[in-house]
């Protein structure tokens, strides 16, 4: 029995061992080092191609086409620099190394300048939301980068050619996040050119280090030098620009990670504790840095008691949000600063959200739309009526902080109607207001 115990795992062993081999299906490395050696350098064909790549690229940002942006990154030779920097360290080739670093910094600096003459000259200023998404990284963008990288740099050392770099290019994005910058500068935004850089710097160096893995694992031969002391002067070269890449790329890579994880912790506390039936928030901003956590809303409808407050912020560390501030601005403070814009895409956000929950109808907010004008109605139906006031009220209810919301239908009347036609005038504007509930009050002119 034990025998074919012994037996099943070794079978098992077997087949994951050879479906797993990446040695199968290896090109010849001089072929692969070759390859990637050439793809480093940017000269004629190779920087125009660069060149037309961050045209399209911008365009594609101007006027948020994702099929642009994705065409132009297929377009892309950046990953060929990076690439041969992997290589040039896990080989112990300080000349690559050299030679990728120099190609990536020239290649950076022509696509920045590129698209900061583009965005100068467009007619089109304003940041789309595909421009919005290259400003700051995220944890998902190191995730991608790294696997990206591993993919890719499996992909070249294979002998059958795939369609895996154009797919690498793509996931990785590293075109979109230069013209970010290049917007930034165009601009004169500041905050935009540094958090693309900082996207772009991040995913160079994941990809970077995917690659030097790779390269180690299949056991790519070194090179050697015939005088120890400059074997060992370029081993020494290479780990200082390991460790200077390296160390703060990891800092960098957990500052992104507890960044994100603040993130969804506020939007789900925003989700779940701001969930009031007269009360919306239109506008959320979150911040994060090292000596500041804070969540800053804008709020409409029904104000929020002190009391409520002070329960909402004694919440967030059931959400592990402890040393955040809580902002929120009602009332008159956010009247002020109401962007109607906001309102519109908070309330389609909504409805739009509604929609995507099966067996769900959506229901619009009544009390969000205006009032129809009903006087040339009123005269003929109710002649009785000689003025009246129609408005959505708030209703404070003092054994509760939960405020309500009604219409409110006041008129001053030749004679009060019966308790029938009363009833009649109310079912009349139920069903002409489209509500569910109307308060009507009469008083003799």
């Known amino acids: 029995m034990e025998n074919k115990s012994d037996d099943i795992r070794g079978a098992i062993k077997i087949f994951i061992a050879k479906r797993f081999n990446l040695h199968i299906d290896k090109a010849n490395e001089s072929e692969v080092v070759d390859s990637i050696s050439r793809n480093s350098i940017f000269v004629g064909g190779p920087l125009w191609t660069l060149i037309f790549a961050i045209i399209i690229a911008s365009v594609g940002l101007n006027v948020n086409s994702t099929a642009v942006i994705i065409g132009a990154m297929l377009i892309s030779p950046l990953m060929g620099p990076i690439m041969g920097i992997g290589l040039g360290i896990g080989t112990n080739d300080f000349e690559l190394v050299k ?76 075109m979109p996040p230069l013209c970010t910058a290049g917007y930034g500068l165009a601009m004169g935004n500041w905050l935009y050119f540094f958090g693309a850089l900082y996207l772009f710097f991040i995913n160079s160096i994941f990809i970077c280090i995917s690659t030097y893995l790779i390269v180690r694992f299949l056991k790519f031969d070194k090179k050697h030098f015939e005088d120890p002391g400059v074997e060992k002067k370029v081993s020494r070269y290479i780990l200082i620009s390991v460790l200077v890449t390296i160390i703060p ?16 912790n506020a939007q789900t506390f925003i989700r779940e504790q701001f969930n009031f039936k007269t009360t919306q928030v239109i506008n959320r901003n979150l911040r994060y840095s090292k000596g500041e956590k804070e969540i800053d809303l804008l709020l409409i409808g029904a104000e929020l008691p002190q009391q409520l407050i002070n329960t909402l912020k004694g919440n967030l560390k059931k959400y592990k949000l402890e040393g955040t501030n809580l902002k929120i601005r009602q009332g008159l403070n956010a009247r002020q600063e109401i962007d109607f814009s906001q309102i519109k895409a908070s309330i389609m956000e909504d409805v739009f959200k509604k929609e995507q929950q099966p067996g769900k109808t959506v229901k619009i907010d009544k009390f969000s739309q205006p009032l129809p004008e009903i006087r040339a109605e009123l005269i003929p139906l109710f002649p009785e009526i ?38 009649r005038i109310r079912s009349w504007l139920k069903e002409r207001l489209k509500v569910d509930t109307v308060k009507t009050i009469f008083e003799p002119k």
């Open 99 to 174: 030679k990728g670093g120099r190609n990536l910094l020239i290649a950076t600096i022509i696509s920045i300048i590129t698209s900061t003459i583009y965005f100068y000259i467009t007619p089109l200023h304003e940041a789309q939301s595909e421009l919005l998404a290259r400003t700051t990284p995220s944890i998902w963008d190191v995730f991608i980068a790294f696997t990206g990288g591993l993919a890719g740099i499996i992909a070249a050392t294979r002998r059958e050619k795939s369609n895996v770099i154009p797919g690498v290019a793509i996931a990785t994005a590293l």
């Open 386 to 423: 000689k003025s009246y006031v129609l408005s959505h009220v708030i209703i404070n209810r003092l054994d509760t902080p939960i405020k309500d919301t009604l219409t409110l239908f006041s008129a001053e009347v030749s004679k009060v109607p019966t308790a029938t036609n009363q009833l």
């Open 249 to 264: 790329s990891i800092y960098l890579a957990y500052g992104i990670v507890q960044k994100s994880i603040f993130e969804s």
